[in-house]
Structure formats: structure tokens, C-alpha cells
């Protein structure tokens, strides 16, 4: 019985990571039932077009609701497995979990589960959410039997398997990265193995529960985001010492054990901004250095916009005619990386917003990867490289476009070493 494929599957929240899994299991001829809350998105999927930017998946999605093996809809249906996949923020000063959306979705699948129903949860979560939403399913369906009671003979399967991929190659890393899993027991890993293994070439590593597979993505992120506060923290040393980081970074890096990463504006995306928060929760007198390495990338976009701040003064003193109003101030970039159109905990976004807020004078933003500006930057305007005018310079995020370019004219504040 664990082994027996799966037909039919059900993947709640179709965002970056919830549509490429939908439609890879779609693109292997099994049945998948996407759920979202957004109505647009849901048209937007069943009309075989898709609402992100992602290399291939527009292909996919078109071919594989052509063929009927994609739906999407806004009301959970019965399904032999589900995926959750939805966003896992954090809330106040603290940066507490948010939970909110797990809860959502859990209750929301709950009155269609049936005996021998898979549920994976996908989202990225602090330690212990899998248990919660083992939790609010069996509170919502008292007659069906669940792992954290029943053990193996429980109706229902519940395991984590967080996701492991890089945006602008999720199609590719879906199939060929490792997943880790962790079921709440043996019988639910082995059987989150065979689901994944439909289209998973890398191997199914079962972690010894679902604790530690959260644990696992929660540190990879933690890892990351270490490694880059120490490139950003190296490069406010090195202005501070009227120093070259570029030049430093690729100087020490001849050393055959060390690598050390770019700095940048900050960190962003949905991951590495806040996934160490879910530690720093969870152990707040422990998680010293993780705390620390946040505190370092959160800043990184206010020492950015001190020195785009300057870059305006410099340029008012060298012409005491002018004044602000009459200085334009053009953005290279608002992603939270390269070539991809995601902005989420975008720290150039951030960067971006707070320009808008202080400065008089035209605002002029260049990110070849949106066709319109998402809200909060007042009266700027969306323009291409061709058209750029403007007296300061501000690059944040190194697009492959961008590098091609040759250094503007002006007051330049380069924090990816672009122009360097």
C-alpha cells in the first residue's frame, strides 16, 4: 500500500513554490488540484498562463492544463496527497512565527481528508509547525486518526519537506536537489518518499522527524545569511577605512580555504530574511551569532541610503544653484536578486521606498523584470537603460543587463560592484 502511486494531488498555494511543484507533478501525467486564495491567480492558471517569472514554468503550466492535468480553483477537493506551500512571515518586534496561513490552510483542507490522505507541509517553518497543523487537523476531524496519536496506523500521514530551491532555476532544482523529509513516523516518510519520488532525481533523505527536517532548511538559510553578513559588514569597514572591498574580497579569496561572498544592500527574499528569525525565536539567548548576522544584513539598507543621501549632498555643494527638486535620482533594481522579478523582502525595494519618501526631485527606477512599480514609491517612474537621465547613480541589484552597461555619468553609489 505505501508504495502505490499517487493519482490524484492537491498543492494549496500556487506562489513561486507551490505552481512549479503543481505543475511537475502535473507534467507526469498525475492529476493536481492547485488551491489559492487569489481568484485572479486561479484564472490566471487555468487559462494555462501563469502570474510569476520563472525560466520554463509558462511552458509547463500552458502545456500541462492543456492536457487537463492542472486545475486550479479556490475551494480545497479530495485528494490522496496535500501540499501545503503557503507564506510562513513573521510578526512584531520580536519576529515572531506567523502561523496564520499554515492554520488557514490546514482548517481549509481539513473537511476533505480521507483515511489514508498524505499531508506534506512544504512551507518553511519554525521548529514544531508541523505538529501545530497535525494539531488543527485532528481538532477538525475527531473521527479520523493521526500520527501524534495513532502512530503508524493512523489514517492520516503528516510529514515536512521544505523546499529547496533557487529562484530563476526551480525547475530544474525540483527535480535534481535532495529533499529531506521528515515524516511523524516512519510509514509517513515512506510515503512522502514515493510521492516525491515521482519526479525527484536527487535523493530522499529521511530525517528522524519532522522537527529536524524544519530544523534543516531553518540552518541552511541561517548558514547563508552568516556568510553574508560578513561580506556587508566587510564592506562598511572597508568605506569606513576609504578601502576597496571589492579588491579585498578578491584578494583574500586567493586563499584556497576561504570564500567569501558579495556584499550587497541587505538580504532579501522569502528564506534567508527571516528563516534565522524562526531560530532566534525559538532560542533567543542561544542564537548569539544568528541574531547578530540579522541585525548586520537589516541594516546594510539604511548605510545605503546614508550614502545615496550623500552622493545628493556632494552634488548640491559642487552646484550651489541647485536644489534637490532638481536632482534626479535613477535606481538599478528592485528584485532581492539577480534576473528574477521576485521583490519579496526586497532590501533594494526597501532602499527604493524610503528614496521616494525623502527626496524631492525625480525618482527614476530601472528593473527590466516588472512591467509595472509595485505601490510605495511615490512618483517614480519605470524607465529602461536607454532612458535613463540622471545625475546619481544608485545600483542594487547586479541584473545581467546591468553589467553590460559602462559606468553613468554622475554621482555613483554602486553596492554590488557593478561599476567598480
Known amino acids: 500500500m505505501h508504495d502505490q502511486p499517487f493519482k490524484r494531488i492537491s498543492v494549496i498555494g500556487l506562489g513561486y513554490i507551490g505552481l512549479p511543484t503543481a505543475a511537475m507533478f502535473a507534467s507526469r501525467k498525475i492529476k493536481v488540484v492547485g488551491v489559492d486564495v487569489n481568484e485572479k491567480t486561479v484564472d490566471t492558471i487555468n487559462r494555462g498562463a501563469v502570474h510569476i517569472v520563472e525560466p520554463e514554468l509558462d511552458l509547463i503550466v500552458h502545456a500541462v492544463v492543456k492536457d487537463d492535468y492542472l486545475r486550479a480553483t479556490m475551494t480545497p477537493e479530495p485528494a490522496e496527497a496535500f501540499l501545503i506551500a503557503v507564506p510562513t512571515p513573521f510578526k512584531g518586534e520580536k519576529h515572531e512565527p506567523d502561523l ?43 473521527d479520523l486518526s493521526f500520527p501524534q496519536d495513532a502512530g503508524e496506523a493512523s489514517d492520516i500521514r503528516i510529514a515536512h519537506c521544505p523546499e529547496r530551491v533557487l529562484p ?7 527535480i535534481h536537489n535532495d529533499r529531506v523529509i521528515g515524516g511523524m513516523t516512519p510509514a509517513c516518510s515512506e510515503r512522502a518518499v514515493t510521492l516525491y519520488k515521482t519526479f525527484v532525481t536527487g535523493e530522499c533523505v529521511v530525517a528522524s522527524g519532522p522537527r529536524a527536517a524544519e530544523m534543516a532548511k531553518l540552518t541552511e538559510n541561517s548558514f547563508r545569511d552568516v556568510n553574508i553578513a560578513f561580506a556587508n559588514e566587510l564592506s562598511v569597514i572597508c568605506d569606513e577605512l576609504d578601502m576597496d572591498v571589492w579588491e579585498l ?30 531560530i532566534v525565536s525559538s532560542a533567543p539567548e542561544q542564537a548569539r551569532l544568528i541574531r547578530t548576522a540579522r541585525e548586520v544584513n537589516d541594516a546594510k539598507p539604511g548605510w545605503v541610503l546614508e550614502k545615496v543621501r550623500a552622493a545628493i549632498g556632494a552634488l548640491l555643494s559642487k552646484n550651489p544653484d541647485w536644489t534637490a527638486r532638481e536632482v534626479t535620482v535613477a535606481i538599478y533594481g528592485l528584485a532581492f ?29 530601472i528593473e527590466p523584470n516588472v512591467s509595472a512599480l509595485p505601490e510605495g514609491l ?43
Open 100 to 142: 496564520r496561513f499554515i492554520e488557514a490552510a490546514a482548517r481549509a483542507i481539513a473537511p476533505v481528508l480521507e483515511p489514508g490522505n498524505l499531508v506534506i507541509l512544504e512551507s518553511t517553518s519554525p521548529v514544531g509547525a508541523t505538529e501545530a497543523m497535525a494539531a488543527w487537523l485532528a481538532e477538525a476531524r475527531p
Open 168 to 174: 530563476g532555476k526551480v525547475m530544474q532544482e525540483l
Open 249 to 278: 574580497i578578491r584578494l583574500s579569496n586567493r586563499h584556497p580555504r576561504v570564500n567569501i561572498l558579495q556584499p550587497g544592500p541587505g538580504v532579501g527574499g522569502h528564506c534567508i530574511a527571516v528563516d534565522p528569525w524562526f
Open 337 to 365: 536578486k539577480p534576473d528574477i522579478d521576485d521583490l519579496r523582502e526586497s532590501p533594494a525595494l526597501d532602499i527604493a521606498r524610503r528614496i521616494a519618501a525623502e527626496h524631492a526631485g525625480p525618482l527614476h527606477i
Open 378 to 420: 511615490g512618483a517614480a517612474t519605470l524607465v529602461t537603460l536607454e532612458e535613463v537621465r540622471a545625475e546619481v547613480h544608485v545600483m542594487l541589484v547586479d541584473h545581467k543587463s546591468f553589467k553590460i552597461s559602462s559606468p553613468p555619468v554622475g554621482q555613483i553609489v554602486d553596492v554590488r560592484g557593478v561599476w567598480a
